[in-house]
């Protein structure tokens, strides 16, 4: 396959794949990823293996934010990569990272890289801006 059709097909494998997440369907999303699936993390000394890494956190956004709204900013791919400028938006009307439903909406971005092999994601990069989100769902301080 020349690289071209190979790219496009990255390009709409993970079209498919941001979309499937937003439709709130897990178990579709984790069917695009290999079998022995790498989720490179930021703050961890080591990658994590496996579908189930993912699962785990695709279903604590889901918990946390039941209307998440999944806008790609930009995708461009390069032979068996595929970078993603994503943008996040949802309620938080569940419990996440320990943090009890606030009913904020919250917004926030993420950088993504991820690696295809044939019709599958074998390994992602992601770089979520967690700290602007856990500001907008973190308590008030009280009192001074």
């Known amino acids: 396959m020349n690289t071209t059709t190979e790219k496009n097909l990255n390009l709409a494998l993970m079209r498919t794949a941001y979309k499937t997440l937003e439709s709130g369907d897990v178990d579709a999303c984790v069917d695009l990823l290999t079998e022995d699936f790498t989720a490179n993390l930021p703050g961890l000394p080591d990658p994590m293996h496996g579908r189930e890494i993912w699962r785990l956190g695709a279903q604590a956004m889901w918990e946390g934010f039941?209307?998440?709204?999944?806008?790609?900013?930009?995708?461009?791919?390069?032979?068996?990569?595929?970078?993603?400028?994503?943008?996040?938006?949802?309620?938080?009307?569940?419990?996440?990272?320990?943090?009890?439903?606030?009913?904020?909406?919250?917004?926030?971005?993420?950088?993504?890289?991820?690696?295809?092999?044939?019709?599958?994601?074998?390994?992602?990069?992601?770089?979520?801006?967690?700290?602007?989100?856990?500001?907008?769902?973190?308590?008030?301080?009280?009192?001074?």
């Open 66 to 144: 039941p209307d998440l709204k999944i806008t790609v900013e930009d995708m461009f791919g390069v032979d068996d990569k595929v970078a993603v400028r994503v943008h996040f938006e949802g309620t938080h009307r569940g419990t996440f990272q320990g943090v009890e439903a606030t009913g904020r909406p919250v917004s926030f971005r993420s950088i993504e890289i991820y690696r295809v092999e044939g019709d599958k994601v074998a390994e992602e990069w992601v770089a979520p801006d967690m700290i602007g989100l856990m500001r907008q769902i973190s308590p008030e301080p009280t009192g001074h």
